[in-house]
């Protein structure tokens, strides 16, 4: 058709219908890449789907006690735990208290501190911790962190803590009225901690490597295995299942470091991820993915209202007549009904069709929850539904 139209163009104008021709020519070749180049498929790298198995964080918890409060600090009648353990740091430093002391400690609080050890964090390096206030303590704000040793879940000292707290919240009270913002009863200490032992890592080891997937998808699995062995040369990766594909690597540690860090951004096309409804029945959020399909159905949807109003009557008896005055009460009880239509839903295959046929509902999240659970049951919704 484009031929023809530029045959007929040949009357015109010698400069005219040379202007013609090439416009007619640009959009045969702009239609021609539309049909023969479709439009590239999103990717990702893979250091965004997978990790290095055995290369993660480890959680350090301790306990320790945070002193200079301004008079903010637990009440050791109600937090013995404090005062005990006061007593035992004084014991360490060569300071012994008299038994039976009464001890009125409001300048010291009892604290948690936890903090996350970072993969190859080597001895003398610092890392964040975050204080967390045990007792009663009202504030930690100017408080010191008393030398605390944050342990592993095997029970062995990885760092140690010590610092002053940043607390971002502020407050005051004076003659029963109370401001505050934001949260006095934590903080953090930056750098606060110094690393005392490595954890060990399996990088190093062997001539072999694990990668793990993030997503449980044998299509992943198989995508991040291809793009590995097309960069690096067949059976460099091999798909184990849909979480784990296994790696050969070199032996040298430096050449290791080059391969993993050339394989990390390596791209891969991701596949179509499963249908899913995620729906939180505490907030009433609803979140769906793309591949939400739903098929044509009809749905009818009513609201049921009870309400109850009560009016005190009171009753007052003559004069004289020994009688007392009562004080009763109305009540009123009013059942209302909304009429609910048969709603025919067409089938949508896409997100923004499907989201137009829930909105054409009119129904809340909470009513959406139920009518998604019984387009479920009768296999008009093509998705998983979690509820969280």
């Given at each position: 058709?484009?031929?023809?139209?530029?045959?007929?163009?040949?009357?015109?104008?010698?400069?005219?219908?040379?202007?013609?021709?090439?416009?007619?020519?640009?959009?045969?070749?702009?239609?021609?890449l539309?049909?023969v180049?479709?439009?590239?498929?999103?990717?990702?790298?893979?250091?965004?789907?997978?990790?290095?198995?055995?290369?993660?964080?480890?959680?350090?918890?301790?306990?320790?006690?945070?002193?200079?409060?301004?008079?903010?600090?637990?009440?050791?009648?109600?937090?013995?735990?404090?005062?005990?353990?006061?007593?035992?740091?004084?014991?360490?430093?060569?300071?012994?208290?008299?038994a039976?002391?009464?001890?009125?400690?409001?300048n010291?609080?009892?604290?948690?501190?936890?903090?996350?050890?970072?993969?190859?964090?080597?001895?003398?390096?610092?890392?964040?911790?975050?204080?967390?206030s045990?007792?009663?303590?009202?504030?930690?704000?100017?408080?010191?962190?008393?030398?605390?040793?944050?342990?592993?879940?095997?029970?062995?000292?990885?760092?140690m803590?010590?610092?002053?707290?940043?607390?971002?919240g502020?407050?005051?009270?004076?003659?029963?009225?109370?401001?505050?913002?934001?949260?006095?009863?934590?903080?953090?200490?930056?750098?606060?901690?110094?690393?005392?032992?490595?954890?060990?890592?399996?990088?190093?080891?062997?001539?072999?490597?694990?990668?793990?997937?993030?997503?449980?998808?044998?299509?992943?699995?198989?995508?991040?295995?291809?793009?590995i062995?097309?960069?690096?040369?067949?059976?460099?990766?091999?798909?184990?299942?849909?979480?784990?594909?296994?790696?050969?690597?070199?032996?040298?540690?430096?050449?290791?470091?080059?391969?993993?860090?050339?394989?990390?951004?390596?791209?891969?096309?991701?596949?179509?991820?499963?249908?899913?409804?995620?729906?939180?029945?505490?907030?009433?959020?609803?979140?769906?993915?793309?591949?939400?399909?739903?098929g044509?159905?009809?749905?009818?949807?009513?609201?049921?209202?009870?309400?109850?109003?009560?009016?005190?009557?009171?009753?007052?008896?003559?004069?004289?007549s020994?009688?007392?005055?009562?004080?009763?009460?109305?009540?009123?009880?009013?059942?209302?009904?909304?009429?609910?239509?048969?709603?025919?839903?067409?089938?949508?295959?896409?997100?923004?069709?499907?989201?137009?046929?829930?909105?054409?509902?009119?129904?809340?999240?909470?009513?959406?929850?139920?009518?998604?659970?019984?387009?479920?049951?009768?296999?008009?919704?093509?998705?998983?539904?979690?509820?969280?």
């Open positions: 058709m484009l031929v023809r139209l530029a045959r007929q163009v040949d009357g015109l104008g010698e400069v005219f219908a040379s202007l013609v021709r090439g416009l007619i020519w640009v959009a045969t070749i702009a239609l021609l539309l049909i180049c479709p439009t590239a498929a999103e990717a990702a790298r893979i250091k965004e789907v997978a990790s290095v198995a055995g290369v993660r964080s480890n959680q350090l918890v301790g306990y320790g006690l945070v002193v200079g409060l301004d008079g903010t600090g637990d009440q050791t009648t109600q937090t013995p735990f404090t005062a005990q353990s006061l007593q035992a740091m004084l014991q360490q430093l060569g300071v012994t208290v008299p039976g002391a009464n001890m009125q400690l409001r010291v609080a009892a604290v948690m501190v936890t903090a996350t050890l970072p993969p190859f964090a080597q001895p003398g390096q610092a890392i964040d911790v975050v204080v967390s045990l007792g009663n303590a009202k504030s930690l704000r100017g408080g010191t962190l008393i030398a605390t040793p944050l342990k592993g879940a095997d029970s062995q000292i990885y760092a803590a010590q610092g002053n707290l940043v607390i971002a502020a407050g005051a009270a004076a003659g029963g009225s109370k401001v505050q913002v934001n949260h006095l009863s934590a903080g953090r200490i930056p750098s606060g901690a110094t690393v005392e032992r490595a954890v060990p890592t399996p990088l190093a080891q062997g001539d072999s490597l694990r990668l793990d997937i993030n997503a449980d998808d044998y299509g992943t699995a198989r995508a991040v295995a291809n793009a062995n097309t960069h690096f040369g067949p059976r460099t990766a091999q798909a184990l299942d849909g979480r784990v594909v296994q790696l050969k690597v070199p032996s040298q540690p430096n050449e290791r470091v080059n391969f993993l860090a050339d394989l990390e951004n390596l791209e891969v096309e991701l596949a179509t991820p499963a249908a899913r409804i995620v729906v939180n029945a505490r907030t009433g959020s609803i979140v769906m993915n793309q591949a939400v399909t739903l044509a159905c009809a749905v009818a949807h009513g609201n049921l209202q009870v309400t109850i109003s009560s009016t005190p009557m009171v009753s007052q008896p003559n004069a004289f020994g009688g007392q005055t009562t004080v009763t009460e109305k009540t009123d009880i009013a059942l209302k009904q909304e009429p609910g239509s048969l709603l025919q839903l067409p089938a949508g295959t896409r997100l923004t069709e499907v989201v137009k046929a829930l909105n054409s509902l009119g129904a809340t999240p909470a009513d959406l929850l139920a009518i998604l659970q019984a387009l479920k049951a009768a296999g008009a919704l093509q998705a998983e539904l979690e509820v969280i």
